[in-house]
């Protein structure tokens, strides 16, 4: 009979493991892939965005803000610093308040929370794919492989859908529902999106510091970054921080249409005074060849077209001071229409999950089942970019470690 039975060895559940084992507690943890940390290991390209300095619960998404609010609350980045520092791992900060392991290896810190929990005694078990949990006694029967074992109480932390080749399932909720937890639908975010615009092939690999905007409603959205063209759509860190906005929308309508700033260092009037400037009266430079002293190559066909210009000459468009507005238009406010993402294949993240309206957040314990935890993004949140989805799993698996 164990004290606690973990399922899911990730960030939440490593971080649970090490917190009870810590206060005694005889630790099980069943992990279903061979390894412990597999999707860790990926995150933040290998380095693992650790945490962010300012984990503010404006940063975060759910039905229930509340509950993030709550979750959050007395566990900052000291907080998450200090428990890291326990375990031997050192943090440095980076921009944006993105916070990494010192050694910018997400290896180091797979590495540093396994070696702790076995020193602990708290006992991993790989290939070990749970397939029901059910209440039992005055504990619960977990069943996992070709086997079954008994605990007092159960953290479920087996993450999302997101990144399935790496472990995401949606496991977690199906153990849940019988239970009685309620489900919020949810998508795959923080996500590559898909387009059926023309010219993806002759776009395909062009990467540009841009800017992104969506107008929602009243609502009007804007990311700042890398934007890479894709032979499948539009990718980069400035969309995939959009994404989940879009996706939101991509509920509602098959298609949202992107502006994209592909010049956001410069207004709209400089890049005309700059365009104005070297126009020549006399030029009988075709605007495709002119176009190039300005931006990529292979934007500028997509540019021209729809404005029937890409056979044009300089000379020809000086008479017309609306065509070169126009151009500078579709330079700072290029349309791009998307239809999709590429799923939970390609997302760091799930939205949805568990509704947090029945779980504690003070223990992570189920309101509907007593001896339950529920831990990570399994729970309806998902956070921003820059380190608040660790952050949130960390904190769920402090907060979980000590109250089982
Ligand atoms: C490519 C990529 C990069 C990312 N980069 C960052 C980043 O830099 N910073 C950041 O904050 N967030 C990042 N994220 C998001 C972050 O990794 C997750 O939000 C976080 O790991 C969720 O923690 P968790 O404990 O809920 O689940 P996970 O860490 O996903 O752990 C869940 C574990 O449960 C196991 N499991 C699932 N089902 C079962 C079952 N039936 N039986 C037994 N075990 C099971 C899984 O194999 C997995 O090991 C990234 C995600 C991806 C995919």
Redesign the pocket.
């Known amino acids: 009979m164990m004290d606690v039975i973990i ?7 490593l971080v649970a493991a090490i917190t009870a084992a810590r206060r005694g507690k005889k630790v099980l943890i ?4 061979n390894k ?5 290991l ?3 390209n290998g ?5 962010n300095q300012r984990p503010i619960p404006e940063r975060f998404y759910s039905q229930n803000p509340k509950f993030i609010r709550q979750v959050l609350e007395g566990y900052t980045y000291q907080t998450i610093k200090q428990f890291f520092k326990s375990i031997g791992l050192e943090l440095i900060e980076a921009k944006e308040g993105k916070v990494f392991p010192m050694s910018l290896q997400a290896a180091s810190v797979v590495d540093l929370l396994q070696f702790e929990c076995e020193q602990l005694g708290a006992k991993i078990v790989c290939e ?4 029901k949990v059910e209440s039992h006694k005055n504990g619960f029967m977990v069943y ?1 492989a070709e086997e079954k074992i008994q605990s007092y109480k159960v953290v479920i ?4 859908e ?2 399935p080749q ?4 949606a ?2 909720l199906q153990f849940a529902k019988p239970f009685g937890h309620h489900i919020i639908n949810g998508f795959p975010t ?1 996500v590559q999106l898909t387009s059926p615009m023309p010219h993806l092939k002759r776009l395909s690999g062009i990467k540009v510091e841009g800017r992104v905007t969506l107008r929602a409603g009243q609502q009007t959205i804007q990311k700042e970054g890398d934007i890479l063209f894709t032979n499948y759509g539009i990718s980069g860190l400035a969309i995939l921080d959009i994404s989940r906005f879009v996706m939101e929308q991509l509920i509602h309508t098959p298609i949202v249409t992107l502006e994209l700033d592909l010049m956001p260092k410069m207004s709209r009037e400089q890049l005309l005074a700059l365009m104005k400037k070297s126009l020549d009266k006399k030029s009988q430079k075709p605007l495709s060849i002119w176009l190039q002293g300005f931006i990529n190559k292979k934007l500028i066909l997509p540019i021209l077209e729809p404005l029937k210009l890409e056979k044009a000459t300089v000379g020809s468009i000086l008479s017309n001071v609306n065509q070169l507005e126009t151009i500078a238009d579709r330079i700072k406010h290029f349309p791009f229409n998307v239809n999709g993402s590429n799923g939970y294949k390609g ?3 799930a939205t949805g999950g568990i509704d947090t309206q029945e779980v504690n957040p003070q223990t992570m314990e189920s309101l509907k089942q007593k001896g339950l935890y529920l ?4 729970l309806d949140v998902d ?1 921003d ?9 960390w904190v ?2 402090l907060r979980a470690g000590k109250s089982v």
């Not at 412990?36 to 860790?40: I, N, P, S």
Request: glycine share 22%; proline share 0%.
């Open positions: 399922i899911g060895a990730g960030a939440s559940g069943l992990e279903k892939n412990v940390g597999k999707k860790l990926a995150t933040g380095r693992c965005n650790i945490t070990a794919e749970v397939k996992y932390a087996t993450g999302h997101s990144a790496l472990g995401g399932t496991d977690g923080l997302a760091e993240v831990a990570g993004e399994l956070g970019r820059g380190g608040f989805n660790l952050h949130f799993a769920c698996g």
